[in-house]
């Protein structure tokens, strides 16, 4: 058995047997693994109190033919105080279910762990409106993941749209002007100024500023609501933590 040092955020845990649990993590380099937390149910808990959900912590691990075992763990940062609030709690727990689908055990994505730790901070803080949060999560990490809407030109005629109105398609993937958009149809809709300009920061601004935006009325209705439409047609999935948010804040969209 190897020993190995890494710093991870704890996205969801799985009860295993009569006293263990399985911790799906997220590393810093953005790689997700399954660390065996043995005892972890019993009731000392000394060493498996930083092995937890919405913990960023720094492990000791064996691994053992890609298997991980827990040996030691300490905190970094938590976030427990999410679950003080239930709407904050049930949207991080939407994230961390986004990310666990969007990140697999053989490629690395750091600027995911980096988004999703300043978006469990801003949860924390309470400063920053949650469902903007949330859309701009959901922007960046689908476009991390593979999945970037096309906004450099028009996706019909391949011309650069140099001023507005744009239009965008959930389906397609790709804005078109507004001559294309009309001869095309579809579920092409015009991009509100306010909902354009913050749909193209979250893109294109670093990890750590993705969040440093505001937005209000119609243009972030249009924002989130077309955020959460994008990740749910292009993943082909519903999330459970999703339907479980959106039973305690149902969207200002239609």
């Excluded at 427990?80 to 049930?90: M, R």
Aim: net charge neutral.
């Amino acid at each position: 058995m190897a020993e190995v040092k890494l710093r991870a955020l704890g996205l969801r845990e799985t009860d295993f047997g009569d006293y263990d649990r399985y911790l799906t993590a997220l590393t810093e380099e953005g790689r997700k693994i399954e660390i065996l937390c043995k005892n972890a149910r019993r009731g000392n808990q000394g060493k498996t109190i930083a092995a937890r959900q919405f913990c960023f912590a720094e492990f000791v691990l064996r691994e053992r033919g890609g298997r991980f075992t827990l040996q030691e763990a300490s905190i970094v940062r938590d976030f427990f105080a999410i679950a003080e609030d239930i709407e904050a709690y049930a949207l991080a727990c939407y994230l961390c279910e986004l990310t666990n689908t969007l990140t697999d055990e053989s490629e690395e994505s750091p600027a995911l762990c980096r988004m999703l730790l300043s978006a469990l901070t801003a949860l924390c803080a309470g400063k920053r409106a949650k469902n903007l949060v949330k859309a701009a999560f959901e922007w960046r990490a689908m476009a991390e993941s593979g999945y970037a809407p096309d906004l450099s030109a028009c996706g019909v005629c391949g011309r650069v749209i140099e001023t507005p109105p744009v239009f965008f398609s959930v389906r397609a993937g790709q804005a078109a002007d507004k001559v294309c958009a009309r001869r095309i149809g579809g579920d092409y809709a015009r991009l509100s100024e306010g909902a354009l300009r913050a749909l193209l920061h979250v893109l294109t601004s670093e990890a750590r500023r993705v969040y440093a935006f505001a937005l209000s009325g119609p243009a972030a209705a249009q924002f989130c609501e077309l955020a959460e439409q994008y990740t749910l047609y292009h993943l082909g999935r519903g999330f459970d933590s999703l339907k479980f948010y959106r039973s305690l804040c149902p969207p200002v969209f239609g």
